[in-house]
């Protein structure tokens, strides 16, 4: 199921209810066993653990948060290697310390001095 219901302002609609029951599901399986999981509506923003009863009411009431699309903190797997949005990166260049090029510098031109700066 899509969700776009997150972003529905109407939490009394048909389509914000059902995922509500969606999400609802999701986190009983995702986490067999639990009383309490992270509540992610808009008031306690995934910080405060609840019982699975009140995070859908607190849903109802409060609204979720409207960036969490990906549910992460309830057991949801984002595979990173896949996904679309991440950039491709062909060529890295290596991380060049420029004190390393620096003190390379002095030894060049005073080849018998100290570089023991300690």
Do not use: K
């Not at 859908?56 to 949005?85: C, K, P």
């Amino acid at each position: 199921m899509s969700r776009r219901w997150i972003q529905n302002p109407n939490r009394c609609a048909d389509e914000y209810l059902d995922g509500i029951e969606d999400f609802i599901e999701f986190a009983r399986r995702h986490n067999p066993g639990a009383t309490r999981i992270r509540c992610p509506c808009r008031r306690c923003n995934n910080t405060l653990f609840e019982s699975i009863e009140t995070v859908g009411f607190h849903l109802v009431r409060n609204g979720m948060i409207e960036t969490y699309s990906i549910w992460n903190l309830h057991g949801e797997q984002v595979d990173h290697a896949s996904s679309s949005n991440a950039p491709r990166v062909d060529n890295v260049e290596p991380i060049v310390d420029p004190n390393d090029q620096v003190m390379g510098i002095i030894q060049d031109a005073f080849p018998f001095a100290s570089t023991n700066i300690n």
